[in-house]
C-alpha cells in the first residue's frame, strides 16, 4: 500500500508525508486500505465487493506547534472488475500482464486526495503564513506481484496545481500467516517529491518570513517508510486492523523553519466488516 495511511480532519492539517502507502487520505487512516487488498482478493472477479468500517488513527503532526492528533475516522471500500473504490482514492483497473502461473504486472490508473498543508490559524507558529491547500493528486501505477510479495511504483502529479508538484512512491511488502486467522505484513517504502511540492509545503516566502521564521526554498528530496500491520479476521466479515510506522523525513523537509522533527509516527486500530 502506499500505500500509503492518508488521514483526514476538518481542519486541514498537514497529511504531506502519508499515502496511502500510502496512505491514507480524507475520511480514513493512513494505511488502513491496504488489509483490504490483500484480504478481499475475489473482488478481482466479476462479483462486486463492499466493506465498511471505522478506526482510530494517532498520529504526530508535522508543523512546528501542532502537536499530535487522534482521529476517528471512516473506512469505506468498494471494489469490482474494472474499478477500485477506497477512499479517498480511486483506481481505473487496466488488464493485467502474466508473466508466468504465479508473478503478474497490474496497471492502474489513479486519482486521490492528500489532506496535506496548513492554515496560519493551526498554530501560532504558522501565523503570517499563506494557506497550503490540499490537493487531488492522478497519475499511474504498477504492482509486480509474486507469491512471497508485492513490488509497487506509483507517479502522481498535482491535478489540482496547488504546488504544481510530482510525487514517486515505491513500496514492498510481504505478508505470511500466524496461524488460521492473523497475518502480519511488513513493508518498506520510499516517497520521491520535486522542488515545486517541497517548496509549496515547506517553503517559506519572503513576504513570510520572520526573525523566528526565515525564508526558505524547498527542494526535492525523499522520506522513507517501515510500517508492520497485523490482521485478526472472525469469520468471513468481521476484520480487526492494527497498523503501525515510521517515516524518516527527508533533509530538503527537516531544513525547513516550518518543521520541528526528523520523523513522523503514526498508529492505527480499526475494524472492517465485508459484505
Not at 490537493?135 to 513490488?151: D, N
Request: glycine residues 10%; positive net charge.
Amino acid at each position: 500500500m502506499n500505500s500509503s495511511l492518508v488521514a483526514h480532519t476538518s481542519g486541514g492539517r498537514a497529511r504531506a508525508l502519508r499515502r496511502g502507502m500510502a496512505g491514507t487520505l480524507l475520511c480514513i487512516a493512513c494505511g488502513a486500505f491496504a488489509p483490504l487488498a490483500n484480504a478481499q482478493k475475489d473482488g478481482q472477479g466479476d462479483a462486486s465487493r463492499w466493506a465498511v468500517g471505522v478506526g482510530v488513527l494517532a498520529e504526530q503532526e508535522l508543523y512546528r506547534g501542532t502537536g499530535s492528533e487522534n482521529n476517528l475516522v471512516p473506512l469505506i471500500r468498494y471494489e469490482n472488475r474494472y474499478l477500485l473504490v477506497q477512499l479517498p482514492s480511486v483506481e481505473l483497473k487496466l488488464p493485467k500482464l502474466e508473466l508466468g502461473r504465479s508473478s503478474s504486472l497490474d496497471f492502474r490508473v489513479v486519482a486521490t486526495y492528500e489532506d496535506e498543508g496548513y492554515k496560519a490559524s493551526d498554530s501560532a507558529f504558522l501565523a503570517g503564513m499563506t494557506e497550503r491547500k490540499a490537493s487531488f493528486w492522478a497519475g499511474a501505477k504498477v504492482t509486480w506481484e509474486v507469491p512471497f510479495a508485492e513490488l509497487s511504483a506509483e507517479w502522481l502529479g498535482d491535478a489540482s496545481g496547488n504546488s504544481k508538484g510530482r510525487i514517486f512512491n515505491l513500496e514492498l511488502e510481504t505478508d505470511f500467516d500466524v496461524g488460521s486467522n492473523v497475518e502480519i505484513a511488513p513493508r518498506v517504502g520510499l516517497k520521491m517529491f520535486d522542488r515545486k511540492y517541497a517548496d509549496y509545503y515547506f517553503g517559506v516566502r519572503s513576504g513570510e518570513a520572520s526573525l523566528a521564521r526565515p525564508t526558505y526554498a524547498g527542494r526535492s528530496g525523499r522520506n522513507y517508510e517501515l510500517g508492520v500491520r497485523a490482521t485478526y479476521s472472525y469469520g468471513k466479515q468481521h476484520m480487526f486492523i492494527f497498523d503501525a510506522s515510521t517515516t524518516g523525513l527527508s533533509k530538503a523537509i527537516k531544513d525547513s523553519p516550518l518543521v520541528d522533527r526528523s520523523s513522523q509516527r503514526a498508529i492505527f486500530l480499526g475494524y472492517l466488516y465485508r459484505f
